[in-house]
Nanobody
Framework: VQLQASGGGMVQAGGSLTLSCTRS????????VGWFRQAPGKERGFVAA????????YYSDSVKGRFGISRDNAKNTVSLQMNSLNPEDTAVYYC????????????????????WGQGTLVTVSS
């Protein structure tokens, strides 16, 4: 499974960005998909995840109410809408996928996801 994360960039505090995670040529509909981020000098941490068929979504406490995760299975895309960004959101954002038969299987740990995209950098200036 090859994933591509895109949409990163530089934005001022309070601004918005939308990240996309796509799988070229193959479906993501049978996969749970998560977003993780890694800031300089810090460990990779959970941001948000969505189960197959969008039955479940989870968010970290730090982004809850500001970020929204969604998926469009017809386009093989999972999006992360990020609003009210602040400098603490600066990080490389990675999407990850896990093939699963369950619509309620949705891990929040990086170790549970075997497939990863290359990461996209988000920089929020104050």
């Amino acid at each position: 499974v090859q994933l591509q994360a895109s949409g990163g960039g530089m934005v001022q505090a309070g601004g918005s960005l939308t990240l996309s995670c796509t799988r070229s040529g193959r479906t993501l509909m049978n996969h749970a998909v998560g977003w993780f981020r890694q800031a300089p000098g810090k460990e990779r941490g959970f941001v948000a995840a969505i189960s197959r068929s969008s039955v479940l979504t989870y968010y970290s406490d730090s982004v809850k109410g500001r970020f929204g995760i969604s998926r469009d299975n017809a386009k093989n895309t999972v999006s992360l809408q990020m609003n009210s960004l602040n400098p603490e959101d600066t990080a490389v954002y990675y999407c990850a996928a896990l093939a699963t038969a369950s619509t309620r299987h949705l891990p929040r740990t990086a170790e549970a996801y075997p497939y990863w995209g290359q990461g996209t950098l988000v920089t929020v200036s104050s």
